[in-house]
């Protein structure tokens, strides 16, 4: 009865058809019952049914844990297939620790795991952390008589390179797959590529003889290849080599994704070449492709850098009118970009704009507007904001309060900047060799030599080193 209270209340929250087999299950198999002597068939079933309800829906997966222990306890073995949903669901939901726990309770209770099984532990083992250990289980499931699967291989790979062992992935990769006489997928092949890409120059030689003997084993790049080797350039400045790739995959018919033009977009703007960037967009929308809010943002960060802050707020404006929402990161870029183009009230009426949309500033936002109101003179308006910050329950960092501090003594407030300092240092903010320097600058400024020489101290004390151009400057 207590049982059937339990599931009652808890009905609410894993659907009532869940709740209702679950009920139906254990009138059934009440504790008192001999399971060795039931046909373990229909049972087997309404339990499964219930489990796989159950692992649907992330809230109820420990439930559906539950359930699945308690009935290893009492000698009920539940079918593989229903183990490895529960599995599969812990893992979806980062709860590893708790499927290696259920595994070995499986083992222990003899439920005889499959290949999917081991599949899923692999995959655990490296999201945990533990590539060392993955690499052992994949020797014993060997050892035990089971041929790896293409999940197996590829999960073994994808763990190693994520793990940032590329090199044991090429090794594994090379021993268990090419010399075995197997046929790799794309995806292991892509996997692999964007595992030695990410290790820079070094590996690029054997990434692209890698890509090689993909194209001569007959296996297709996808356009996610192509977006690999086309980010290593764009990374490494090599956008010429880029245009090559963009070029290739024209040629065979791969048709660019938004990530491919994204990527040489921000290749571009690194580059400086904002005007090109614009050109990468223009081409996108005639090819109908959906241009999102992280390639504008991508392309207001490019014009803000080159100081078309005006170029940049026109895009802001036709991002609108494509009717495509800007995020934090919109307003962020643009409110930066604004104050340090001296275009502080642009900057002012912008972040309005953000706070009646509902987005909430960030630190960068904040020390923008902050820095911003400062550089002009407007040090009351940077005081009434940092008012305002602190009142919302926001903590200031290093930047916030070294913009600040910067204006105070700017404006020739050296006592209130002082004080300042002191309540950074109060709420465990350790000040940098930059805003030493501005402090002493500021001391120096209006004949306070041994407050300087104090504060000097006390820098030296602190291991920082001391920042000639922020004191001279």
Request: aromatic share 10%.
């Amino acid at each position: 009865m207590a049982l059937n209270r339990a599931f009652v209340k808890h009905h609410f929250k894993t659907g009532m058809y869940s709740s209702i087999l679950l009920l139906r299950f254990f009138h059934r198999n009440n504790p008192y019952r001999s399971y060795l002597n039931a046909s373990p068939s229909s049972e087997q079933s309404d339990f499964h049914n219930c489990i796989s309800r159950l692992c649907t829906n992330n809230n109820d997966v420990k439930l559906a844990l539950v359930q699945v222990k308690k009935m290893l306890t009492r000698d009920f073995i539940p079918a593989f297939s229903t183990c490895n949903l529960v599995l599969a669901a812990l893992t979806r939901i980062k709860e590893y620790k708790a499927a290696l726990q259920l595994y070995d309770l499986m083992l222990k209770k003899g439920v005889t795991p499959t290949i999917v099984t081991f599949n899923i532990i692999l995959n655990c083992y490296f999201e945990f952390g533990q590539a060392d250990k993955a690499s052992q289980f994949f020797m014993k499931v060997q050892e035990l008589g089971y041929s790896p699967s293409d999940v197996t291989l590829g999960t073994m790979v994808k763990g190693l390179c994520k793990a940032g062992k590329v090199l044991d992935a090429m090794e594994f990769f090379h021993i268990n797959i090419l010399l075995k006489g197997l046929s790799p997928n794309v995806v292991t092949y892509n996997t692999l590529l964007d595992g030695l890409c990410k290790q820079g120059p070094k590996e690029f030689k054997s990434a692209m003889g890698l890509y090689g003997h993909m194209v001569k084993a007959g296996v297709d790049p996808t356009f996610v290849t192509f977006n690999i080797i086309l980010n290593y350039y764009c990374e490494c400045g090599q956008i010429g080599s880029a245009f090559q790739i963009l070029k290739q995959m024209d040629e065979i018919g791969c048709d660019p994704s938004v990530v491919t033009f994204g990527t040489i977009i921000k290749g571009l703007c690194k580059l400086d070449r904002v005007e090109d960037a614009m050109k990468i967009l223009r081409r996108m929308m005639r090819r109908g492709h959906r241009v999102d809010v992280v390639l504008y943002n991508t392309l207001m960060a490019g014009l803000c850098k080159a100081k078309n802050v005006r170029m940049a707020a026109s895009l802001y404006e036709e991002m609108l009118e494509e009717g495509i929402n800007p995020d934090i990161w919109t307003y962020t870029t643009l409110v930066d970009g604004m104050c340090k183009d001296g275009l502080v009230k642009e900057a002012q009426m912008l972040f309005n704009d953000m706070e009646e949309r509902g987005f909430s500033p960030n630190d960068i936002t904040y020390t923008a507007l902050i820095d911003g109101y400062c550089k002009e003179g407007n040090v009351p308006a940077a005081r009434k904001l940092f008012g305002k910050i602190l009142k919302k329950g926001h903590a200031p960092g290093l930047i916030m309060y070294s913009a600040l501090i910067a204006g105070m003594c700017n404006e020739g407030n050296i006592d209130e900047a002082l004080r300042c300092f002191l309540e950074m240092q109060d709420k465990g903010i350790n000040p940098d060799d930059i805003l030493y320097g501005t402090l002493m600058k500021g001391l120096l400024k209006h004949g306070r030599e041994t407050e300087a020489m104090k504060l000097f101290n006390e820098m030296v004390e602190q291991d920082q080193t001391f920042n000639y151009m922020a004191c001279s400057s």
